[in-house]
């Protein structure tokens, strides 16, 4: 029997996830509601959470971006990301997650391009914008749509 | 570097049937690569040099595995290195769909280290930008379809199918496309159908339809082209009123009919039971509603069909979660 982590959590999501469907007329416009809410739970988490005190003041360079993701992920999973990949593009860091939260045991067909776990970059952006960081963070695949993990990508301003 | 090309390039690193990319100098220098194998580079740069002064979309049969090369702008080639087996169709398509993302893109000349030779990048740069206005066509690809059917007949057909509009055709991610009567006619350059269609979906079109086969479903066209599945289905139900492609029909009157009319353009968002596990294993009693767990019907559906109470049906769902049922989400039109 799959376990779910959280059912709690996940099940307000998917509640979200389906009003936002029902209510977007196209792939687009759900992936910025779902990052809509993100930014708004992000400042309810940056306010409640010890990521102020656990990250450095100034962040700037991009292991500081790095190093505040990984602070971000132990609040709020109390886990790492499988990887945070600073090298391959630059200008911008790349997170994968192999058991994201969000998605779990989520399938979905012929939806390509939407981002079930378009949450979290609302949630990160807006934790990036308290830090003093210009960033832009859009889901570029998720497990909900059959890729093998999840992956965020964090453009650096 | 613009910001997103790298969210162009993503595609193709995610990409199972590619193998490796790189964005090049207009002389062949790889500027960004991903796994592209270094003992390809030579002949790239040797192909590219060979047609530099008509460098259009182009494919080299490597032993590693099929190479397309297409210009981006003046400065800039894009070379993908796909596996062996892909159908040289969807390799280009493919490459174009990057090709696509990378529109409007303004990508800055290749940096300092990049002119030593400038005197030389120079000359290429000119002769490829006299002709960087014929990228868009692509002889590769149009030399492959035949034109089967005199014009004369083409014209009177498509004089009948014209008074269908798109609603009257009925496409879902599974449906399968078939081709038409005037699906050559649509794939020939500078035929009214084709430029008809380039004006309203560009080489969108185009390589949707080159992936009608029969035998591909709207879903696996737009996943091999990393398209949503709204914009292919848009497309189709257009083709099919100009007699392109074959699609269902609406019957009129349905309930479905009614239903799409009166949600949003995405569909309505449905989660499906589907069973994938041994049949033999469900006792009795809760067959008949495994059983129709097809992932296509939803829960309410099974319910009525069956004519048993919904909590009794969703008992049997959960029951089965540890054998093989999972809910797939999915929009229905």
Same mark, same amino acid.
């Given at each position: 029997m799959p376990k779910v982590e959280n059912p709690l959590l996940l099940s307000f999501y998917a509640y979200y996830v389906d009003k936002v469907l029902s209510e977007t007329s196209n792939i687009d416009e759900a992936n910025?509601?779902?990052?809509?809410?993100?930014? +708004?739970?992000?400042?309810?988490?940056?306010?409640?959470? +010890?990521?102020? +005190?656990?990250?450095?003041?100034?962040?700037?360079?991009?292991?500081?971006?790095?190093?505040l993701i990984d602070v971000v992920y132990k609040v709020l999973y109390d886990k790492k990301p499988d990887d945070v990949d600073m090298k391959t593009a630059r200008g911008s860091v790349r997170i994968s997650d192999k058991d994201c939260v969000w998605c779990q045991e989520v399938n979905l067909e012929g939806m390509r391009g939407f981002g079930y776990c378009e949450i979290f970059s609302g949630i990160l952006e807006t934790i990036l914008e308290f830090k003093g960081v210009d960033a832009k963070v859009f889901q570029e695949m998720s497990r909900a749509t059959g890729a093998e993990m999840c992956t965020w990508n964090v453009r650096l301003g | 570097m613009s910001k997103d090309l790298e969210r162009a390039l993503s595609k193709l690193r995610f990409d199972d049937q590619v193998l490796g990319y790189s964005l090049m100098t207009k002389v062949g220098r790889p500027f960004v690569s991903f796994a592209f194998p270094d003992e390809l580079f030579p002949r790239v740069k040797d192909s590219i040099n060979l047609y530099k002064k008509d460098l259009r979309l182009m494919t080299i049969d490597t032993d590693k595995g099929l190479v397309v090369l297409s210009p981006v702008d003046d400065n800039w080639i894009l070379t993908v290195l796909y596996v062996p087996e892909l159908q040289l169709g969807l390799a280009i398509a493919k490459t174009k769909n990057v090709l696509r993302l990378l529109e409007g893109i303004e990508l800055p000349p290749p940096p300092e280290e990049f002119e030593e030779s400038s005197e030389e990048n120079l000359q290429v740069l000119e002769s490829i930008a006299v002709n960087a206005s014929a990228v868009e066509e692509t002889p590769t690809v149009s030399g492959t379809i035949a034109l089967d059917t005199p014009p004369t007949i083409l014209e009177a057909a498509s004089a009948s199918v014209e008074k269908l509009s798109p609603e009257d055709f009925s496409v879902s991610p599974s449906t399968i496309p078939e081709r038409g009567p005037q699906y050559s006619t649509s794939l020939t350059l500078d035929s009214n159908l084709n430029s008809e269609m380039k004006t309203l979906y560009r080489n969108f079109g185009f390589d949707v339809l080159m992936l009608v086969d029969g035998r591909n479903t709207v879903t696996n066209i737009a996943d091999s082209m990393f398209q949503p599945t709204d914009r292919v289905i848009d497309l189709l139900k257009w083709s099919a009123t100009r007699?392109?492609?074959?699609?269902?029909?609406?019957?009129?009157?349905s309930v479905e009919q009614e239903k799409s009319r009166s949600s949003g353009s995405m569909g309505k968002y449905v989660k499906c039971p589907m069973f994938e596990g041994d049949l033999e294993k469900v006792s009795g009693d809760d067959l008949t509603i495994i059983r129709l767990c097809d992932g296509m019907k939803t829960p309410e559906q099974i319910a009525e069909v069956t004519s048993l109470p919904m909590p009794k049906v969703l008992q049997a769902l959960a029951k089965y979660r540890k054998s093989g049922l999972k809910m797939i989400g999915r929009t229905i039109k």
């Amino acid at each position: 029997m799959p376990k779910v982590e959280n059912p709690l959590l996940l099940s307000f999501y998917a509640y979200y996830v389906d009003k936002v469907l029902s209510e977007t007329s196209n792939i687009d416009e759900a992936n910025q509601k779902l990052r809509d809410l993100g930014h +708004e739970i992000g400042q309810q988490i940056y306010l409640n959470t +010890e990521i102020v +005190e656990k990250t450095k003041d100034s962040v700037t360079t991009r292991e500081d971006v790095a190093k505040l993701i990984d602070v971000v992920y132990k609040v709020l999973y109390d886990k790492k990301p499988d990887d945070v990949d600073m090298k391959t593009a630059r200008g911008s860091v790349r997170i994968s997650d192999k058991d994201c939260v969000w998605c779990q045991e989520v399938n979905l067909e012929g939806m390509r391009g939407f981002g079930y776990c378009e949450i979290f970059s609302g949630i990160l952006e807006t934790i990036l914008e308290f830090k003093g960081v210009d960033a832009k963070v859009f889901q570029e695949m998720s497990r909900a749509t059959g890729a093998e993990m999840c992956t965020w990508n964090v453009r650096l301003g | 570097m613009s910001k997103d090309l790298e969210r162009a390039l993503s595609k193709l690193r995610f990409d199972d049937q590619v193998l490796g990319y790189s964005l090049m100098t207009k002389v062949g220098r790889p500027f960004v690569s991903f796994a592209f194998p270094d003992e390809l580079f030579p002949r790239v740069k040797d192909s590219i040099n060979l047609y530099k002064k008509d460098l259009r979309l182009m494919t080299i049969d490597t032993d590693k595995g099929l190479v397309v090369l297409s210009p981006v702008d003046d400065n800039w080639i894009l070379t993908v290195l796909y596996v062996p087996e892909l159908q040289l169709g969807l390799a280009i398509a493919k490459t174009k769909n990057v090709l696509r993302l990378l529109e409007g893109i303004e990508l800055p000349p290749p940096p300092e280290e990049f002119e030593e030779s400038s005197e030389e990048n120079l000359q290429v740069l000119e002769s490829i930008a006299v002709n960087a206005s014929a990228v868009e066509e692509t002889p590769t690809v149009s030399g492959t379809i035949a034109l089967d059917t005199p014009p004369t007949i083409l014209e009177a057909a498509s004089a009948s199918v014209e008074k269908l509009s798109p609603e009257d055709f009925s496409v879902s991610p599974s449906t399968i496309p078939e081709r038409g009567p005037q699906y050559s006619t649509s794939l020939t350059l500078d035929s009214n159908l084709n430029s008809e269609m380039k004006t309203l979906y560009r080489n969108f079109g185009f390589d949707v339809l080159m992936l009608v086969d029969g035998r591909n479903t709207v879903t696996n066209i737009a996943d091999s082209m990393f398209q949503p599945t709204d914009r292919v289905i848009d497309l189709l139900k257009w083709s099919a009123t100009r007699g392109i492609i074959i699609v269902p029909r609406v019957v009129e009157g349905s309930v479905e009919q009614e239903k799409s009319r009166s949600s949003g353009s995405m569909g309505k968002y449905v989660k499906c039971p589907m069973f994938e596990g041994d049949l033999e294993k469900v006792s009795g009693d809760d067959l008949t509603i495994i059983r129709l767990c097809d992932g296509m019907k939803t829960p309410e559906q099974i319910a009525e069909v069956t004519s048993l109470p919904m909590p009794k049906v969703l008992q049997a769902l959960a029951k089965y979660r540890k054998s093989g049922l999972k809910m797939i989400g999915r929009t229905i039109k």
